[in-house]
């Protein structure tokens, strides 16, 4: 596992998510306003901080700089599923919660 996620290619998916979900957050219904602001205040600290450990990853590569990759391979997974998390609850907030009213037009 730590071959795979050493690099933080999985933090740029943990990005990619929680941009999504947060449109999705942005878009959507009313209501649950302080679910929502949490569900979307985690993911967007989620969202700054896996493009800020990847840019640092990213610079050490380049330079040649020697890091952690254990480290660095537990935490995107950590960083991954808190992110999932909470954008999966942005995805859910989302939906209106409202019943809606059907009108027979006939």
């Known amino acids: 596992m730590e ?21 999705e957050l942005m878009g959507g219904g009313r209501g649950w306003t302080l679910a929502r602001l949490l569900a979307g205040g985690g993911s967007l ?15 050490c590569i380049a330079e040649q700089i020697a890091y952690n990759t254990g480290f660095v391979a537990r935490g995107s997974i950590l960083v991954f ?4 998390l909470c954008s999966g609850l942005c995805i859910v907030l989302s939906q209106d919660a409202s019943p809606k009213s059907v009108v027979n037009e006939d």
């Open 3 to 23: 071959q795979i996620c050493s690099k933080g290619e999985l933090l740029l998916i943990c990005v990619g998510i929680s941009a999504a979900a947060l449109g």
């Open 45 to 59: 600290v989620i969202l700054i901080f896996s493009a800020l450990w990847f840019a640092d990853i990213s610079t």
């Open 81 to 84: 599923m808190i992110g999932t």
